[in-house]
């Protein structure tokens, strides 16, 4: 069965202007938008995409609007404060992830965020965590709320030139970590882990993926690729080539202090591999430990899980099954955009 089951609806009668603080830039933010704009566009739902911190400010674009669906509480609050600028048309505002996990309970944020959430016509998060971390913060917008997975989705595959694309060595184990370099990731957490068990898989590699963010974070990171040269690092890799390297790693790992709802651990369940990820509220929105993929606390956990599944392949393969079948029930593009569409037509009242 073709897992890239393309979507297709009947041509919406209103459009959309999608906001998103990136959507060129290798990031979070920017693999959401492409994709809920790419199952927009299957439902015949006439899309304009402005990414708010990379282009000029596009007002006269933002007032013809109907409708206008954003990304990222505290970035677009930071964005109409800059511009001094009040949103005409309806708009719903989606989660981007650090927003809801973090900077909601900042002082110097959570004020500015509260405004924008009450002007919003609804909000969205991907899960259950997430709606109860808002309601904590935002307790008189718990009727705006609703939970809208996120799905997976991967461009067509594009043809590059061997130099261009990156190959993970044959001979493992391969972990590959797709995260941008930023503190919030912890992306050199579990190398302890890593170092021990090399001792026993001595072709074990870490590859990292991920913009570079935060200075200190790359610094940190290189240090470690001057000491091990089994640790490699990719900066803003284009989505297209992702599948490809989630095929090719044996496992894919995620370290993150705090995770909305990983587009990259849903994106290798998906493919069929295993997943070990921190235990936080994102990833247990999507994992459940032993069944679909495993959760470590600290880093002794970590090394078990994965020893576990380098040495058990009767248990690597039945969880990979497990968490490729929980993805594609529930975690399809077509129940994502569905969600949003009859979000959008209640909202405008259609």
Known sequence: ?????????????????????????????????????EGLKLNE????????????????????????????????????????????????????????????????????????????????????DAKQKL???????????????????????????????????KLGPNIVLPAGLRAVKDVLFVLPALVELRKRFSNLTFTIIGAPLEESVLGAVRSEMNKHSWIRYYEEVPLEEMEGIYKQSDMVINTSLSEGQSSALLEAMFVGKPVVARNNGGNRSIIQHEETGFLFDDVGDFYRHLDRLLTDENLNQTICKKAQDYVMEAHSLQKEIESYINLYQQVLGK
Do not use: C
């Open 135 to 169: 309601h904590s913060v935002y307790s008189d917008l718990e009727d705006k709320i609703q939970i809208i997975k996120q799905s997976v989705w991967f461009p067509e595959s594009i043809q590059r030139d061997a130099e261009n694309t990156i190959k993970l060595p």
């Open 1 to 37: 069965m073709d897992k890239r089951k393309e979507i297709r609806g009947s041509r919406s009668d209103f459009s959309l202007l999608f906001l998103t603080p990136y959507f060129h830039q290798g990031r979070g933010n920017a693999t959401t938008a492409k994709r809920i704009v």
């Open 45 to 128: 739902v006439q899309t304009n995409v402005i990414a708010y911190d990379e282009e000029p400010f596009p007002s006269e674009k933002i007032d013809s609007s109907q409708l206008v669906h954003v990304l990222h509480f505290r970035r677009f609050a930071e964005w109409l404060e800059v511009n001094n600028f009040s949103m005409e048309p309806p708009y719903i505002i989606t989660s981007g992830g650090t927003d809801v996990n973090i900077d909601i309970f900042k002082q110097e944020h959570s004020e500015k965020i509260g405004t924008v959430l009450e002007n919003a016509a609804a909000i969205t998060v991907f899960s259950e």
